[in-house]
Each structure stands twice: as C-alpha cells, then as structure tokens.
C-alpha cells in the first residue's frame, strides 16, 4: 500500500512540476527569440534609413561608419546591395555570394517579407540572415541584409532554461519529500493496527499507540485498543475456565480411578471385558484434562510471551534426554528410535524457549512417530542450524498422513478418521505448535522420504548470555506416554 500511494502521489507531482514548468520553457525560449528579433530589427531600420539617405546624397558615409562599428561589436555581418545587385557596402565578412541569400535578396526587392526568426533553443546555433528593401513600397532602390549569429541568445536561454530545471527539480525534492512524509503519516498507523490485529489473531493483547495520521485513524486506533482489551479479557476467562474446569476435574477423576481400581478384585469373569472397557474411558478422561491443562498452559504461553522472552535452552541436550525416556516405549512398540543429531562437542546452539517447553513438543512428536508408525518402522530425530534458527525434525517411516489430513493436523481435537477409536485426545499437535508459535518458530508438516511423516519444528536463536531458568530434563521426570496427535 505504501508503495502504491507514493506512485501516486510521486505521479501527481511529476505532472504538475511538469505542466508548470513546460509552459515557462517555452515562454521563456520565446521572450528571447522575440527580444533578439526586435533588436535586429531595428538595427536593420537604421541601416535601411542610413542607405536610403546615402543612395540619396551620394555619401555614405555615415553607414559606412556605423556598419563597420556594428560588425566589429556584435561579429555579425552587413550588406547593402543597389537595384541591381551591386553591392555599396559588406562588413563583417559578409558578401552576396554567401549559401541561400541570392533567394532572399530576389525577394526583397520584390518587396516579399524575410526570412523569419526560428524561435531560439539552448542548442541554437550558427547565423541567421535578416533583409529588408530599401526605399518605398513603390521604388525599391536596393537591400540591406544582417546576418546575425544566435549562440548569445541561445547561451541566455539555456542559463534561464537551468534556473527554470533547477527549480523544478528543487520542487520535485520538495514534492518527493511532502509525498514520504504523508505517506508515513497515513500509514504508519496502519501499519500499527495490522501488527496489532496479527498480534490479537495469535492470542496476544496488544496497544497501538494512536497518536499520529489522520482523526479518522487515531479513532481507529482507540477503538481497537478497547476490542483488543476486550478480546484479551475474554480469551483469558476462557483460559482460566478451561484450567479450572480441568483442575478441579481432576480430584474426582482421581477417586474414579481409585474406586475403578480396588473393583478389580471383585470382578466377575463375565464382566471383565466391560472392566476393562471402562477402564479405558477412564484413562481417557485422565489424558483429556491433562491435554486440557497443557492447551490452557500453552495459550497462556502464546498470550504472554514477554514472560518468558529471556528464557533459553540447548536443544541437542533436550532432544538427547527425550530419546533416553522415549526408548522404552519405542522397543515395546517396536519402532527404531535413530539419533541424527550433531556430536555433542559440536553444539547446535541455543534457543529461545524452555527446556520443559521444548521437551514438551518433543514428547508430543516423538509419541506420535512411536504410536502410528507402526512396528518395524524407524522415527529419526535430528537437528540443525539455520540462518538465525535451529531445526528440529522428528521423522517416521510409517504410512504417513494425506495432504488433507496434514493441513488438519494441528487443529484442536481432530484426529485422523483411521484412529478416531483409538488412544488420544487430538491435543498433542495443537499443544506443540501453539508453544512453537508463541515463541515465534513453526511447526510443519510435510511426507516423509520416502513414506512416513515428517515433523519439522524451527525455533529462533536465543541470546545465551545469561544462564537457563532451568536445567535440562531428568529422563525419568516424564511420562512418556503424556502427548498424542
């Protein structure tokens, strides 16, 4: 936008510095033509008069005198020619033999009007020839000539020509500068609002501050500062309900285990599949609140990440701790977890989020990659450096996931149609890439090579100046099985 209001605006200019100074070019160009023809007119006048009073008296003299003083000032010749041609005076080089004045002296003694005086140009140049008749309209008794050199009068119009440029050029500048800072003006807060309206999009509050452009956009500005306040205020009610409803689910969903668990003794033979089966839902429920929790956890994250915007970790220590936990529950499901990771003398750096932050998306992938795999399938983990980032690529060799269902995987409870009776909530992507996205890095999902899904998680760099809030994850400290798809 800012680039297409200042074509506009550099457009209106250009047009008009041009259309003003167009118009002086050429007057100017033409002042001087005429001041240079009304000159040499009348100098003409008076050779004509001064050659009349001679052929008269028989004494020239005096224009002898005159047109000598004249040719020798201005370096412009003067020729004066009787009925017959023949010529009384030539001064300044000038003879009757000269190109294209044969044409113009038959024509003034027929009394026909001269050579006209192109209008002058600053790359005029060279001589132009004035004649008149001498005499009356009735008896023409010879003709005077002038040939007159325009380089003068052109350098004059080109010095007026420069000035008339320069300011021009000085009002395009001024023209250019007016149209950036309008620009500026009017979009500036724009451009505010837009950040502010992504900042809202992503779960975050956010202020624009209102003070410059027109009325119109600071009203915008206020406006949006209160359906800010109020979208951050609602969004966190929903937070808060959510943890809490999952909170204080929690103990009763504790004494339902408990009571589901001693029932176990006393169960008849015939009753255990429908045991078991509520056993399962139970779980279910208990992996429900807990993604319920980490999802509240991780918007709070994404809502408020200057909480944590000096927070960083080393990832290849992370991501080595994670496949420690993750090895005994991929043996049992028989999936081969590879470590592609650099050596561990050869640190990829650190970034900006937490460990448990991190090792909390891992666990996400990497129990997504074990559990839908498949058995005999291999999930390979590595990391790397990108320009002001790292990647990390958790990749399995499984069936992988259609291109529709990888554009769907990350919304909140959906789950892919061949596991819709199976384990899982449908939370664990949505909870990683909401923790990804908040501290400014993407998740994506892509197909593996050559089958498989492939999982790539980017995260900015982190300045590592300062040390970690925390250390990295003890193995053991997590369950392994707390994330799915």
């Not at 000598?68 to 010529?87: C, F, K, M, N, W």
């Not at 929903?238 to 408990?258: G, I, K, T, W």
């Not at 089966?277 to 319920?292: H, I, N, P, Q, Y």
């Not at 909480?307 to 529950?329: E, F, K, N, Y």
């Amino acid at each position: 936008m800012r680039r297409r209001l200042l074509i506009a605006l550099l457009t209106f200019a250009a047009v008009a510095v041009t259309g003003f100074a167009w118009p002086l070019l050429s007057s100017t160009a033409a002042e001087r033509t005429q001041r240079l023809l009304i000159d040499r007119t009348a100098t003409l006048d008076r050779f004509a008069v001064l050659a009349q009073q001679g052929i008269n008296t028989g004494d020239p003299t005096t224009l002898v005198a005159e047109a000598t003083a004249y040719a020798e000032l201005y370096r412009e010749g003067v020729l004066l020619l009787d009925q017959r041609r023949r010529p009384l005076l030539a001064a300044g080089g000038m003879t009757p033999d000269d190109p294209g004045l044969k044409p113009l002296i038959d024509g003034a003694l027929r009394n026909e009007p001269g050579q006209r005086l192109p209008q002058l140009r600053p790359w005029s140049s060279g001589h132009v020839v004035l004649i008149r008749p001498v005499g009356t309209d009735t008896h023409i008794s010879g003709v005077v000539a002038l040939r007159i050199s325009v380089t003068a009068a052109a350098a004059d119009v080109a010095r007026r020509w420069l000035l008339i440029v320069l300011g021009a050029l000085t009002a395009a500048v001024g023209f250019v500068l007016l149209a950036t800072v309008l620009a500026r003006w009017v979009l500036r807060p724009l451009a505010q609002l837009e950040r502010g309206v992504l900042a809202v999009t992503a779960g975050r509050g956010a202020h624009v501050p209102g003070l410059g452009g027109p009325p119109e956009l600071r009203a915008l500005a206020v406006s949006f500062n209160r359906m800010s306040d109020a979208v951050v205020a609602a969004a966190d009610k929903e937070r808060q309900l959510v943890a809490d409803a999952s909170h204080q689910l929690r103990n009763p969903m504790a004494a339902l285990r408990l009571r589901v668990d001693s029932l176990a003794p006393d169960v008849a033979p015939a009753a255990l599949a429908g045991y078991h089966s509520l056993a399962t839902e139970v779980e279910r429920l208990e992996a429900l609140l807990d993604g319920l929790l980490a999802l509240a956890s991780a918007d709070e994250v994404a809502a408020h990440p200057e909480l944590g915007h000096d927070t960083w970790c080393w990832p290849d220590v992370v991501v080595r701790a994670r496949l420690a936990a993750w090895r005994p529950a991929a043996r049992d499901a028989g999936v081969r977890l590879v470590d592609e990771l650099p050596p561990e003398d050869d640190a990829i750096g650190p970034v900006g989020c937490t460990d448990s932050e991190l090792a909390q998306i891992l666990d996400v992938l990497l129990d997504n990659a074990i559990r839908y795999a498949g058995r005999g399938a291999a999930a390979r983990v590595r990391a790397d450096r990108q320009p002001g980032a790292v990647r990390l690529v958790v990749e399995d060799s499984g069936p992988g996931l259609p291109d529709a269902d990888r554009a769907r995987a990350t919304q909140r409870f959906w789950r892919a149609a061949k596991d819709g009776n199976g384990p899982g909530t449908g939370l664990g992507l949505a909870i990683a890439e909401r923790l990804v996205t908040a501290r400014a890095g993407s998740l994506r999902l892509r197909p593996g090579e050559p089958t498989g899904l492939a999982v790539q998680v980017t995260l900015p760099h982190a300045d590592a100046t300062a040390p970690p809030e925390t250390v990295a994850p003890d193995p053991a400290a997590s369950d392994p099985a707390a994330s799915d798809r």
